[in-house]
């Protein structure tokens, strides 16, 4: 598909590299605009479409994407515009070009973007380019302080409209959902009932942390061959947690210096480490995590309700995330944060207040009692 825009090359990194020390200065968080060997294989992979704008030479703006076939899910990421030509409309163009483009090569079904809230400007930016607010991340990230993000995605003509009805959830759910089908619709409404209870068990072994990253990505692959309990198209495993008696595996991404982790998979099965789950967040706790996040099918009731026990919250949804025959499933997005809430200057678009306001209402019910202690 054509575009306005020209494809970078390999020969731009020192020149992206230039671009993003002026925006970002050395707080850029992705090795996509501080790490040149990553941004030129990138650049090279044909599953990626890095677009810049030039003036006198120069690179002024710049994008990218890159599609995962076998996910069939798109994401955008890198937008960044030199400071002096702000104000003509190019991050504009830019995210409306490379979303078409991603969702024209027929390997996409959606496209997504996350976006901080320092300033709502982006999250505006692609709000008229068609994207949908579908949730935000609470203390996701640690910058100055700990930093929430949101959640945009734009599909496919015809995706939306032909996906897998769920008829039961979780009651906590409910706020969530019904935000979700005031954007973009739901199947069907599912009935609300209350969320399955769950005992925490004993376990005597210790949790042993492999961080090996080669090592736990050849583990997973090999382990992991079901295609729906490996899906996971958010993140890779870096590290693996195994319980020293044998009883459960845990793969997730760690990322020490942000202070998150992604629950990625686990054997024999999630249930099996439902029970254990606070032994598992104190570990990884002590590993410098204090947001951990995974995302669970919206038709897996017993899974969101264990979630739910250990002190997940509903933060986003991703409608149509996963195919499975002619129609998609819907994923819930669940998150713990270890941090009181901190939205001190959050600068958030008025489509993505219901979502902040659902997760502040069930936090302050889960860890606050009435006399407004922490729990």
Not at 162 to 179: C, F, I
Not at 293 to 316: D, K, M, N, Q, R
Request: proline share 7%.
């Amino acid at each position: 598909m054509e575009t306005e825009f020209e494809p970078a090359r390999v020969d731009d990194v020192d020149e992206l590299l230039r671009l993003f020390r002026l925006v970002y200065g050395t707080s850029y968080a992705l090795p996509l605009g501080t790490d040149g060997e990553v941004m030129a294989r990138e650049i090279s992979s044909p599953k990626t479409t890095w677009l810049v704008e030039r003036k006198n030479g120069k690179i002024i703006a710049s994008i990218m994407g890159t599609v995962e076939p076998s996910d069939r899910m798109g994401k955008m990421q890198a937008l960044v515009v030199d400071p002096r030509h702000r104000g003509g409309g190019i991050a504009n163009r830019m995210v409306g070009d490379l979303a078409k483009v991603l969702l024209a090569t027929g390997d996409a079904d959606s496209v997504y973007g996350t976006a901080r809230t320092t300033s709502a400007v982006p999250q505006k930016i692609h709000l008229r380019n068609g994207f949908h607010a579908l949730g935000i991340f609470p203390n996701l990230r640690k910058a100055e302080r700990h930093e929430t993000m949101v959640l945009l995605t734009k599909y496919r003509d015809g995706v939306l409209e032909n996906r897998h009805p769920v008829h039961k959830a979780p009651q906590s759910l409910g706020p969530l959902l019904k935000t979700v089908h005031e954007t973009v619709g739901l199947p069907v409404f599912p009935e609300l009932v209350p969320e399955s209870e769950f005992q925490a068990a004993e376990s005597s072994g210790s949790i042993e942390l492999i961080d090996a990253p080669n090592f736990v990505q050849q583990h997973f692959d090999s382990t992991m061959i079901d295609p729906v309990r490996r899906f996971y198209p958010l993140h890779k495993p870096n590290v693996l947690l195994a319980e020293s008696t044998g009883a459960y595996q845990v793969y997730a991404h760690l990322s020490r210096k942000d202070g998150y982790c992604t629950l990625i998979g686990a054997t024999p099965s999630p249930m099996d480490v439902a029970p254990h789950m606070e032994k598992l967040i104190d570990e990884l706790n002590g590993y410098g995590a204090f947001y951990i996040e995974t995302i669970v099918p919206l038709y897996a009731f017993e899974e969101l309700s264990a979630a739910l026990a250990h002190g997940f919250l509903p933060v986003a949804m991703y409608p149509a995330m996963r195919k499975e025959g002619e129609r998609w499933h819907d994923y819930v997005v669940m998150a713990r944060t270890m941090q009181p809430l901190d939205f001190r200057g959050l600068a958030i678009d008025a489509a993505f207040q219901p979502f902040a306001e659902q997760y502040i209402d069930l936090w302050t019910q889960k860890f606050l009692n009435t006399s407004g202690v922490f729990r």
